[in-house]
């Protein structure tokens, strides 16, 4: 099985990670080599850790090995299977998809790590819609036992089952869900995210203790906002704007706080601040 990953960030460095662990042989691509020396790094910095905890059953450097590095998206023609986790933009999602389409070999599959975005429209833009699904990936993969697997209009049922028995080989569990905004995952979670960002913005609490309130009330393993800045704070409002547009209800509005912390540079965790400092 040869793997690819588009986007060597956070999800794609992750993704890229769990399938080599797995035995694939991985090609991930990037646009500059510098993202993907970043991306390597932050790989072999997990694979030290699993192996450390004995999570892991090979040696860091076999897993290592058996990912490939390229810029060029040419290489990609014998993949058997590529997810795309680059940016959450629909354009820049499609005009990817248009590339891969004519490059990957025709019974290829493609798949979109989307948090929000239409998976049918990014189907379409590919040219072969019944090969592409959604396969949304969880943060940080490595940990997160979730696959969300969302079928577009026109997915076929070979598509759909080639994908979940592949989830099940990379040890995770795949469940199901039908192509609309947010699907079910960031339909549910991002709109608890973007009220904690209003509640700071409407001085309600402060960051700690916003945090603090969901983690020992409600058990969560991390609070709103430290798992907004986890998750980056572009990608969050990128997921809102879906979802508002998406649904067309008011209730999905982005926090203005969202908006200006974006504007301002402020990522959260990937640009070192967001409501805390790394
Ligand atoms: N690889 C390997 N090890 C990792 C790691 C990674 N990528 N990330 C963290 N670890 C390690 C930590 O270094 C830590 O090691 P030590 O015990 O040696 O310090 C260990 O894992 C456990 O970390 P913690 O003790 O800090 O925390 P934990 O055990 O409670 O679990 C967690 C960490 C699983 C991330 C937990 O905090 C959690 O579940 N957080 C919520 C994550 C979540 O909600 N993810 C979904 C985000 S939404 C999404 O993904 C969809 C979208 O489209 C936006
Ligand atoms: P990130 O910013 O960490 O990484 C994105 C990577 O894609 C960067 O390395 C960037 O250089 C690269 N990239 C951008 N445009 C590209 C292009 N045209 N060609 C090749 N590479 C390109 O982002 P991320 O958090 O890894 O998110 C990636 C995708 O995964 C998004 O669609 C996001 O919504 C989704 N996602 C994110 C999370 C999360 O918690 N962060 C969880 C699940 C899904």
Sequence with gaps: MKFGVIGAGQMGGGIAQVAAQSGFDVLVQDMKQEFLDRGRAVIQKSLAKLHEKGRLPDVPEAVLARIQFTTNLTDFADCDLVVEAIVENERVKA??????????????????????????ALASASG?????????????????????V??????????????????????????????????????????????????????????????????????????????????????????????????????????PLLRKMVQAGLLGRKSGQGFYSY
């Design 128 to 148: 072969r819609p019944d090969r592409f699904i959604g396969m949304h990936f969880m943060n940080p993969v490595p940990l997160m036992q979730l696959v969300e």
């Design 95 to 120: 005009d990817l998809f248009r590339q891969l389409g004519q490059i990957v070999k025709p019974e290829g599959v493609l798949a979109s790590n989307t948090s929000s975005i239409p998976i049918t």
């Design 150 to 255: 969302i079928r577009g209009y026109s997915t076929s049922d070979a598509t759909a089952q080639y994908v979940t028995e592949t989830a099940h080989k990379m040890g995770k569990t795949p469940l199901a869900c039908n192509d609309f905004p947010g699907f079910v995952s960031n339909r549910i979670l991002m709109p608890m995210l973007n009220e904690a960002i209003q509640c700071v913005m409407e001085g309600v609490a402060e960051p700690e203790a916003i945090d603090g309130i969901m983690k020992l009330g409600m058990n969560h393993p991390m609070g709103p906002l430290t798992l907004a800045d986890f998750i980056g704070l572009d990608t969050c409002l990128a997921i809102m704007e879906v979802l508002h547009q998406g649904l067309g209800d008011d209730k999905y509005r982005p926090s």
